[in-house]
């Protein structure tokens, strides 16, 4: 049964500075996504990572995945505070399933 | 063109109470699910259709819970005897198929309160 962990589930962070969200998973997952929420309202996608090595950003976001430790990293690049939101990860095995978020909060 | 849709965007039930929540997929999406996503945690899936047909309902909780999607196209998730633990947004999602290999689009939610 695929399981999903993400940490740290809360990120208060200052503006300019660098870090990163880790998301274990438990086995074999086709893929991984990366999804973003703010308050009250749906998900909307950031990343979907095929395979073993995959590496792809949008502005100052950088998602990585290594299949082989079951690991997935969001780098978040010089936060800003457009950036405030919970990010998800998830893998499938035909339905998603979810970590339990990182609430990150990006502070002046 | 249209994405997912959902209605009603919010609803508040009382305790004991039926409801339904609909969702309509994005035309020619074959695959449709649910997941229910409670306060501060992640979706959580519930079902999901693969045309008329439920292909896996291992996530709903008990037996209160049931959808159905008569045509292939819009879907419905039924409550009965609502309780307040089902206080949650449902998320509905569509995709080509099925595989893992479809993103699945989702919809803005029903934010269901049972009082």
């Known amino acids: 049964e695929l399981k999903v962990e993400q940490n740290p589930l809360f990120l208060s962070m200052q503006e300019g500075k660098n870090y990163t969200i880790y998301c274990n998973y438990s086995?074999?997952?086709?893929?991984l996504y990366w999804y973003r929420q703010d308050p009250g309202k749906s998900l909307e996608s950031l990343f979907v990572l095929l395979s073993n090595g995959a590496v792809k950003q949008e502005g100052r976001l950088m998602a990585s995945l290594d299949t082989k430790a079951r690991l997935s990293t969001l780098h978040i690049t010089a936060a800003v505070h457009d950036l405030s939101a919970t990010y998800f990860c998830?893998?499938?095995?035909?339905?998603?399933?979810f970590g339990q978020g990182t609430e990150l909060s990006v502070k002046p | 063109g249209a994405g997912v849709s959902q209605t009603p965007s919010n609803k508040v039930t009382e305790k004991g109470k039926y409801v339904e929540l609909r969702c309509d997929p994005i035309s020619g999406h074959t695959a449709l699910y649910w997941y229910r996503q409670s306060l501060g945690q992640g979706p959580e899936f519930l079902i999901y259709?693969?045309?008329?047909?439920?292909?896996?309902d291992s996530g709903l909780p008990n037996d209160r819970f049931f959808a159905v999607r008569p045509e292939g196209s819009v879907s419905t998730l039924k409550i009965q005897r609502t309780e307040r633990g089902d206080s949650a947004v449902y998320l509905c999602?569509?995709?080509?198929?099925?595989?893992?290999?479809?993103?699945?689009?989702f919809g803005p939610g029903t934010r269901l309160t049972v009082l």
């Open positions: 999602a569509s995709s080509l198929g099925t595989s893992s290999y479809n993103e699945q689009f």
């Open positions: 998830a893998g499938v095995r035909e339905k998603l399933i």
């Open positions: 086995t074999t997952s086709d893929r």
């Open positions: 259709f693969q045309g008329t047909g439920a292909a896996d």
